[in-house]
């Protein structure tokens, strides 16, 4: 089993990790200065402490439009995330203590018009990862940004991740793999968005 706690020291350090969270805080700036005026949606799958959100927006000119769910199992790395969120006074900033991979977790928050998928296609099968971005046009809005990662290490699924969101409704604005041994992806929906099922 996975010390989640532990996996976030890499962080601190640097590293691959660390590297990759740079590139990610970078990406999710750049969707966030492209959103038009008004209220943007934001959500988080298996959010960790909340690295990949909470300083982007704390720092950002749009803090007060954000209204944002990281959902994450962890409960240490929920409560370390909500005492970041408190003491940046992020207000707009839900820390839920949940299971990601149901769609009810993200009931009332959703269409999202920004939906983070870090360190989420490492960890489950090929099949659950189409999978997986089959379903999110069900959570975005239409014309949302998908800011995703995937390890290169054998077998490297980073070009079928890419296929996969291709055939499943969503345009590449930018990729970042090789020489890291990291992926990063960042992708628009560009067919209609799905119902939402809560179920």
């Known amino acids: 089993?996975?010390?989640?706690?532990?996996?976030?020291?890499?962080?601190?350090?640097?590293?691959?990790?660390?590297?990759?969270?740079?590139?990610?805080?970078?990406?999710?700036?750049?969707?966030?200065?492209?959103?038009?005026?008004?209220?943007?949606?934001?959500?988080s799958l298996c959010a960790g402490q909340g690295r990949d959100?909470?300083?982007?927006?704390?720092?950002?000119s749009r803090r007060a439009d954000v209204r944002a769910r990281l959902v994450e199992l962890d409960p240490e790395n929920t409560r370390i995330a909500s005492a970041t969120a408190e003491?940046?006074?992020?207000?707009?900033?839900?820390?839920?203590t949940g299971d990601a991979s149901l769609t009810e977790s993200y009931a009332g928050a959703v269409p999202a018009d920004i939906v983070?998928?870090?360190?989420?296609?490492?960890?489950?099968?090929?099949?659950?990862?189409?999978?997986?971005?089959?379903?999110?046009?069900?959570?975005?809005?239409?014309?949302?940004?998908?800011?995703?990662?995937?390890?290169?290490?054998?077998?490297?699924?980073?070009?079928?991740?890419?296929?996969?969101?291709g055939r499943h409704g969503f345009e590449e604005l930018f990729f970042q793999g090789e020489p890291e041994e990291f992926g990063v992806g960042v992708h628009r929906l560009t067919a209609e968005p799905k119902p939402f099922d809560p179920g």
């Open 116 to 165: 983070l998928a870090c360190g989420i296609f490492g960890n489950i099968t090929s099949e659950d990862i189409e999978g997986t971005i089959e379903q999110l046009p069900a959570l975005c809005s239409a014309g949302a940004t998908v800011i995703w990662t995937r390890g290169g290490r054998d077998p490297d699924l980073r070009p079928a991740v890419r296929r996969w969101f």
């Open 53 to 60: 959100v909470l300083p982007v927006v704390a720092g950002h």
């Open 87 to 96: 003491a940046g006074a992020l207000t707009g900033i839900e820390i839920v």
């Open 1 to 43: 089993m996975t010390d989640w706690l532990e996996w976030h020291s890499a962080y601190d350090r640097d590293s691959s990790l660390s590297r990759r969270l740079q590139l990610i805080q970078k990406q999710l700036k750049a969707a966030l200065d492209r959103r038009p005026e008004g209220q943007i949606r934001l959500i």
